[in-house]
């Protein structure tokens, strides 16, 4: 059944809509969540959690690409979880990775709901001015939450190389907000 075909189904409230997006989907939510995740058995509950949002927001919304929607969901049920599990002591990545997007981020301490859509419009359209690689490089870091180690064998690119590739995509993000923010 493809994603057009399971999206009618939850629109009509067809509860096999989500015995067919699990059929589509669960081994790849299920690696997407471990990925944030060391417990699998919290993974699973990431998945599921994914797809009780899914069967709440689906209709009104129609996503273009399910599986993506599905990731979304079960990327912010897992951040959820790391949250709740390490209330005082935070996930050693996660901060690194936070530190290195505020590095980007002009005055990240005045974001509010509003500025936080406009935020997410300028790294949207910054990340579709980057050649695939180099998009595919930022996203695996910032989205997926990969190691540099994996995202430099899975591109073929040196460690150093990521690292630079990363740190310069982050100062060129930084200049393309602030053009964007002076030009509003």
Not at 59 to 85: E, G, H, M, Q, T
Not at 149 to 165: P, W
Request: glycine share 2%; aromatic share 10%; with cysteine.
């Amino acid at each position: 059944m493809d994603d057009k075909e399971i999206i009618d189904l939850f629109f009509e409230r067809d509860e096999n809509a989500i015995r067919e997006t699990m059929n589509s989907y669960n081994g790849r939510l299920l690696r997407f969540a471990m990925r944030f995740l060391s417990d699998s058995r919290d993974a699973e509950e990431c998945v599921n959690d994914a797809y009780a949002r899914a069967w709440d927001t689906i209709p009104p919304n129609r996503p273009d690409n399910l599986f993506a929607y599905l990731a979304s969901l079960c990327r912010n049920s897992a951040l959820d979880v790391i949250k709740k599990n390490t209330a005082q002591k935070r996930s050693a990545q996660l901060v690194e990775l936070t530190q290195e997007m505020n590095e980007c981020i002009p005055d990240s301490s005045s974001i509010t709901d509003d500025r936080s859509d406009e935020l997410a419009e300028c790294i949207n359209g910054y990340l579709a001015t980057l050649p695939r690689d180099k998009r595919a490089v930022f996203i695996g870091r910032y989205w997926y939450n990969e190691k540099i180690s994996d995202i430099a064998k899975r591109t073929g690119f040196s460690q150093s190389k990521v690292k630079i590739m990363l740190y310069r995509m982050r100062e060129e993000l930084r200049n393309y907000i602030e053009r964007k923010e002076g030009s509003l």
